[in-house]
């Protein structure tokens, strides 16, 4: 069974702060997206990573995907009111008829 | 661009009754779609993977006489809940994607069953 493990699953934090989510599996993935939602809407793409070892940036989000292509983290710089959501984690493997593997989400909230 | 559709966004129908929920690529052709189920605060739940002209594949679990999949072109797929009773309320949301394997994602169909 194809697993990822995304931690934590639930964040409270204060306006400011840092933060780092992980998505973790014993699998090699051939890309992880992240998606943010919000309540009542679909997830939004947020970024594709495809590299090992590949870090994109947007905003205050860095995204990284580990060199073995089995982990990815994403970290948020002076949190912000606004970046409370769930985020989510998805893993695809070539060649798997574009299913994509998610994480169990991770429930941000940012405290003004 | 890569904009996915809804309709409708709400649904409340009686227990018994069959539901469509439609799912459109607006700008761009879908070469795959994908339903998902998502309950409060939770992950989402690939209930099946639907190609143009061919018959949608369903994760196990899923009852497909129960939630019916057309993917009648490269930018529309449907799903009907058929017979729907109260434990089929629930969030759900298409997704679509044409080459690589990014998928982007509708805005979600709140079901409501009385």
């Known amino acids: 069974t194809q697993l990822l493990e995304q931690s934590p699953q639930f964040l409270s934090i204060q306006e400011g702060e840092n933060l780092t989510v992980y998505c973790n599996s014993s699998?090699?993935?051939?890309?992880l997206q992240w998606y943010r939602q919000e309540p009542g809407e679909g997830p939004v793409l947020l970024v594709t990573v495809v590299t090992g070892g590949e870090v994109k940036k947007l905003k205050r989000l860095t995204f990284q995907f580990g060199d073995a292509r089995k982990d990815s983290s994403l970290h948020i710089t002076a949190a912000q009111p606004g970046d409370t959501g769930l985020y989510l984690c998805?893993?695809?493997?070539?060649?798997?008829?574009?299913?994509?593997?998610f994480g169990q989400g991770t429930t941000l909230q940012v405290k003004p | 661009g890569a904009v996915v559709s809804q309709h409708p966004s709400r649904v409340i129908c009686k227990s018994g009754t069959s539901v469509k929920i439609e799912c459109r690529s607006l700008?761009?052709?879908?070469?795959?779609m994908f339903w998902y189920r998502q309950f409060p605060k939770q992950s989402l739940m690939l209930m099946a993977t639907s190609n143009e002209g061919s018959k949608a594949t369903y994760e196990q679990g899923v009852e497909k006489d129960k939630f019916l999949i057309n993917h009648a072109s490269l930018t529309l797929s449907t799903l009907t809940v058929t017979s729907a009773h109260p434990e089929d309320s629930s969030f759900y949301i298409c997704s679509a994607r044409s080459r690589g394997e990014t998928q982007y994602f509708g805005p979600g169909t709140r079901l409501l069953v009385l």
């Open positions: 699998s090699v993935f051939s890309s």
């Open positions: 998805a893993g695809g493997y070539s060649g798997n008829t574009g299913k994509l593997i």
């Open positions: 700008d761009f052709q879908a070469t795959t």
